[in-house]
């Protein structure tokens, strides 16, 4: 189990984030039109999931604009935005922002990412909902940076989610 805050309230997860070096877990998630999205999906491509509790909060859709302009220039790397949010409402979101750069998923159907990656909040008022976290997996499905934000109202730290990416 992992602690982080909500306003400086604890708030417990089921676990910690994938180890650096690690297999990424593999996830079935739902695209805005309903299909189906696996990490396999995206082999030998750079992923940055970019995870978050719901894109109709202020800091995670500061996080999917933030992506959708960090990494629009990089070859061979595709970000995943994620949360429970149901698909209609993501693409609704990025369809009045603007975002293209970046592929929304949804955990809506089964929760069984959030329980794969070990980000799923167990407890307080975000119980079932996802916290906010970075992973980066390199062309072969490795880990190869992590971070749960410690703070769920505060952003994550682009810099060395990026800073990462590209040395993957």
Known sequence: MATVTLKGNALNTLGNLPAKGSNAPEFNLTKNDLSSASLADYKGKKVVLNIFPSVDTDTCAQSVRQFNTEVAELENTVVLCISKDLPFAQARFCGAEGIDKVE?????????????????????????????????????????????????????????????????
């Not at 916290?131 to 490795?142: A, F, L, M, N, T």
């Open 104 to 168: 929304t998923l949804s955990d809506f159907k089964d929760g069984n990412f959030g329980k794969a990656y070990q980000v799923a909040f167990t407890d307080g008022p975000l119980a079932s909902l996802l916290s906010r976290s970075i992973v980066v997996i390199d062309e072969d499905g490795k880990v190869v940076y992590t971070e749960q934000v410690a703070e769920t109202v505060d952003e994550p730290n682009y810099k060395a989610a990026l800073e990462a990416l590209l040395d993957a």
